[in-house]
């Protein structure tokens, strides 16, 4: 009944162009249950709490609110591509440093967020971090120690420039 | 008593968990994909009362994709039963079916699962479905269940009432209200709040033909609870279902019971013969879950003139909802209100009685605190009024109540062990004076603005033992926990506990107590948990009981594997037990030096078993148990808010928020902080932001975050967290809890903060959440508008 669309998603660098999908299938679900990177999470899946932020050619995006046929033809980045070479990049090192997470499930999308701000301003106050940090939803920090965490990487960031 | 503080024990180490977490290589039970897996969700109920008349799942089977669907007819399920043994003047039994039969009591209970072989296709599914019912008048309030002739939820359940306990009635205590030169009343509502955790409730069930098992992975705090219940509604032995935990998006007590969802995708996995995954979305996590912490409170209290506390009357209401949960029972709430209200308090006279009522709402479960926020809310509200009466300063009139020497045995027969609870409320004032909030308080009184400190001063009984649980007449007692360690020829070991992290970081903090033991790094300690078939028994991780009661069960199982590798050591060594030590990952004899690595004393355990002692056995193996067979130990801390009210838009902002706890020895003091911050954004969640209402049908208002207001940074404050230690005597580290303080003190501070600023109007707030109309008609009172 439900028609199916082949696309070709580029997620991390790496093109996938076997992907038989339905138009109503969300981006989220085809990283997660068609590529198999499950590190974006689903919390909500109706755009409010962030868990499944992704990059779209450099910006946050909520994932489930994105359909997969739309990113055809853009980048997307998740989470699986922060590390290199096995070692976690200096955003997840300060996260990890700062305990900015506990059960880890929002991590993932707090972590995409920050980068894709951080990218486009690489000065911002703490004010700003947190206003930012403020389009997700984390249940288990408080939320301080994420904001701590950005704004830490954010000035080593500065000072290696 | 050993050692507290060692090498680990008492720093801020990395976690354990982070690496995996933080670059998507966590599991999760969304994150399990099985072949052949087909994905689950249920029809459910869309009238709070009434009865079922049929069932149309014929279009719901004709979508592309479904497999199945089955009704509570379709699959043989026995009932989910939680029971009190008390008397039936004190507690009803009702029993929660799986899939309802015929009589539906809240909106969003299940009524039939359905199966597709993808989760789009489930959803077609669901819509499909067709519901007919017999529409009853809801019960929608506790003031409507008890109202006489309501309708009944249960036609067991008189006047709804699923328990009603009075207790501690102390003889006299009427005269000594009516004489007393001071009696104020609080009366106050909380609201009904949802645990939240960020990933919904999941189940992946599979058969497993070679193990003969029903492999069932779920994200619940109690794996063995889950195993349990799995088995006895679907008659089958325990050893034949397994339950495997994976990484948990947080619980939090929502998942510290058993749902009925978890027990049908197991039925379902069986009769359908494939594995099925179900994954509950947002809106049924919102309404159809388990709910929490909406309560009724009306208690008096009587004052001599200097501000001493005379006598407590309390009258405690507290609405379940449509079902007791497992294994907790309706109980869990007024049973907890009641015994621990008196709190950090010397109360002479104390009377109290404590109902829990049943509602045709979504059944409620244990949610971080458990009746504490509310009883801290509600003892702190009493004193800010009698300070008010009595003209005294509110946190003197603390103070002069405060139980100062200890053990204290209380009139609410509990007894307190050693805590800070003078010196951490003396030490949260100090900072907040030292900083200055006093005078800008007084400045913005008289530039007009509307600044209010408020505090909260209380304890926390954490590791409740079976002692503590045997009080409360549960059927079933959790209380004690298991630990089996293990060395392999690598030197390391390998440690299983009862608990189970869902944020915690027992990875990190069970690790630190047993390598402080064994001279191990914590890298070379593994810990195991969430497995039925590798842990003997546990009973999960609830009531901030993992640290004090798991890290004492596995503190102890390290101590006697310390011995095994101490005797072996000596053996081999030629020497005598008392002549070796544990010393940097080997046995050491004392008198020469000569020692053996902990690889060298395995190599022998496990290869050369002709080498042993001759009454030796082979494997460097140990288990050990424990318990609290008394009252528990108590954590305590005092939190101090300023709040800042914004005419206009009603907004109350958080300033500062000052938290000086104390929770014994820290075993990682960063994992305390993190503990103490999120558990006070939840607090503040509560006290400003988050409830499920109800209309009159029944329906919850509240489906989405869109209605739910989670609160986010913008609302969270930066809160400062300073530490006090007072270590218990009996927890093998020195620990107390710490899971539930932050929230369960946050509240009071926050509502005290609120009617400080309120002063100037005289009006007095008692409900949570408190919103902004209710601070705008307050401000309007004395002609403050935006």
Not at chain 2, 281 to 297: C, G, I, P, W
Request: charged letters at 25%; a negative charge.
């Amino acid at each position: 009944m439900t028609e199916k669309l082949l696309i070709s998603l580029t997620v991390n660098g790496r093109t996938h162009d076997d992907l038989v999908i339905e138009s109503r299938h969300t981006l989220v679900d085809v990283l997660r249950h068609q590529i198999g990177l499950t590190g974006t999470h689903v919390g909500c899946e109706h755009g409010v709490c962030g868990a499944c932020t992704v990059l779209l050619d450099g910006a946050p995006v909520r994932a489930c609110l994105v359909f997969a046929a739309q990113a055809e033809g853009r980048d997307v980045r998740t989470v699986e591509s922060l590390a290199s070479d096995g070692e976690m990049n200096d955003l997840q090192r300060a996260f990890s440093a700062h305990h900015g997470l506990q059960c880890g499930f929002c991590t993932p999308g707090f972590l995409m967020l920050a980068e894709g701000f951080l990218a486009e301003r690489p000065d911002a106050t703490r004010e700003e971090i947190r206003e930012v940090v403020s389009s997700n939803l984390c249940r288990c920090t408080g939320y301080q120690t994420i904001v701590d965490a950005i704004e830490d990487c954010a000035r080593a960031r500065e000072e290696s420039r | 008593m050993t050692e507290r503080r060692g090498t680990w024990v008492g720093s801020s180490v990395g976690r354990r968990e982070d690496p995996r977490l933080l670059t998507g290589q966590g599991r999760f039970v969304d994150d399990i994909h099985l072949p052949q897996m087909l994905h689950a969700q249920f029809v459910r109920s869309t009238i709070a009362a009434g009865t079922v008349v049929s069932i149309d799942l014929s279009a719901t089977l004709a979508v592309p994709g479904v497999v199945a669907a089955y009704t509570a007819a379709d699959l043989d399920m026995g009932d989910i039963t939680a029971i009190l043994d008390r008397p039936a003047s004190e507690f009803v039994q009702t029993d929660m079916p799986v899939l309802a039969r015929d009589r539906v009591r809240y909106v969003g209970e299940p009524l039939a699962i359905v199966l597709a072989e993808d989760p789009y296709a489930v959803e077609d599914g669901l819509e499909a479905a067709r519901v007919t019912y017999d529409a009853d008048a809801p019960v929608v309030s506790d003031e409507v269940a008890m109202a006489p002739g309501a309708p009944l939820v249960h036609e067991a359940a008189t006047g709804n009432v699923l328990v009603d306990v009075s207790m501690f009635a102390t003889e006299g205590i009427d005269r000594i209200i009516d004489e007393a030169p001071c009696v104020v009343r609080v009366r106050a509502k909380t609201g009904r709040q949802n645990a939240l955790p960020l990933e919904t409730r999941g189940v992946v069930a599979s058969w497993d033909a070679r193990d003969e098992q029903l492999l069932v992975q779920t994200c619940t705090q109690v794996p063995h609870q889950v195993r349990t219940v799995m088995a006895g509604c679907l008659g089958l032995a325990e050893r034949s279902v397994r339950v495997l935990v994976p990484d948990m998006g947080g619980g939090f007590g929502l998942k510290c019971v058993v749902g009925r969802e978890e027990i049908a995708v197991g039925a379902a996995c069986l009769k359908a013969g494939r594995p099925v995954k179900w994954i509950e979305d947002r809106r049924d996590a919102l309404t159809a879950s388990f709910l929490a912490r909406e309560q009724r409170y009306d208690v008096r209290a009587a004052f001599d003139g200097d501000g001493r506390l005379l006598a407590l009357d309390a009258d405690i209401v507290c609405d379940m909802g449509a079902y007791s949960c497992y294994p907790f029972t309706a109980g869990i709430e007024p049973l907890m209100a009641s015994a621990e209200l008196p709190g950090v308090y010397k109360v002479p006279a104390y009377r109290v009685r404590g109902r829990a009522v049943t509602t045709n709402k979504a059944p409620t479960a244990p949610y971080r605190g458990v009746s504490r926020p509310q009883i801290v809310m509600v003892m702190e509200r009493l004193f800010e009024r009698a300070a008010r009466e009595l003209d005294m300063d509110p946190v003197e009139i603390r103070r002069r109540n405060l139980i100062t020497e200890f053990p204290y045995t209380g009139i609410n027969d509990v007894t307190y062990d050693p805590g800070s609870y003078l010196e951490s409320l003396d030490l949260c004032e100090r900072v907040l004076k030292d900083e200055g909030w006093y005078e800008r308080r007084g400045a913005a009184r008289s530039s007009g603005r509307f600044i209010g400190i408020g505090y909260s001063c209380f304890s926390e009984r954490t590791g409740y033992g079976s002692a503590a649980f045997a009080k409360r007449k549960m059927a079933v007692v959790p209380g004690f926990d298991m630990a089996e360690i293990r060395m392999d020829l690598s030197g390391g070991v390998t440690v299983t506990t009862g608990t189970m992290s869902h944020g915690q970081s027992h990875e990190t903090t069970l690790a630190q107590i047993v390598a402080d033991r064994l001279g191990l790094d914590i890298a070379e300690v593994k810990i195991h948990q969430g497995d039925t078939d590798r842990i003997t028994y546990g009973f999960g991780t609830f009531a901030s009981r993992s640290a004090t009661i798991g890290g004492s069960a596995v503190a102890r199982a390290a101590t006697a594997l310390g011995e095994r590798l101490l005797a072996l050591g000596a053996h081999l060594l030629e020497t005598t037990y008392d002549n070796v030590e544990l010393d940097a990952r080997r046995v050491r004899r004392r008198d020469d030096g000569r020692a053996l690595s902990f690889e060298e004393l395995a190599d022998v355990a496990y290869l050369k078993a002709h080498l042993l002692p001759k009454d030796a056995e082979p494997g460097l193996t140990a288990s050990a148990t424990f318990d609290v067979h008394g009252d528990g130990t108590f954590s305590n801390a005092a939190h101090g808010a300023v709040v800042e009210l914004h005419p206009g838009t009603g907004q109350i902002e958080i300033l500062r928020y000052v938290c000086v706890e104390d929770c014994g020895v820290a075993i990682n003091p960063q994992v305390v902080e993190g503990q103490a911050r999120g558990g006070i954004a939840q607090g503040i969640a509560g006290a400003l932001f988050e409830e499920i209402t109800y209309d009159e049908q029944g329906e919850p208002s509240c489906a989405s975050f869109i209605d739910y207001k989670v609160p986010t940074a913008g609302e969270i404050p930066d809160i400062s967290v300073h530490h006090l230690e007072t270590p218990c005597a009996f927890t093998e580290s020195g620990a107390k809890g710490a899971g539930e303080g932050g929230t369960i003190g946050a509240p009071a501070a926050v509502l005290n903060a609120v009617n400080d600023a309120l002063r100037p109007t005289g009006v007095e707030l008692d409900d949570t959440p408190i919103r902004p109309e209710t601070v705008q008609r307050a401000l309007a009172t004395i002609g403050v508008f935006a």
